[in-house]
């Protein structure tokens, strides 16, 4: 199953995605998890992206479960 956070207007310019669980994680910006080529935050990792405007991320793994830790910058 997939889950999601939003982020206030004006959106986040700076995101942090760490992912403190055993196995991967399929992230979207913006947008549900695409089904080819999502963002992906492997396990014990982190991902920093600059972006325009992020106002929600959505996540979900292959198998199993993960945990999340997103903070950001408007």
Known sequence: TEGSTSISAPGAKIL???NKGDVDALI??????PTTNPLVVRSKTYRII??????AVYYKTASGSTTLEITYIN
Do not use: E
Request: no cysteine.
């Open 28 to 33: 979207g910006l913006n947008a549900s998890v």
């Open 16 to 18: 942090v995605i760490k």
């Open 50 to 55: 600059v972006h325009k405007g992020v106002t």
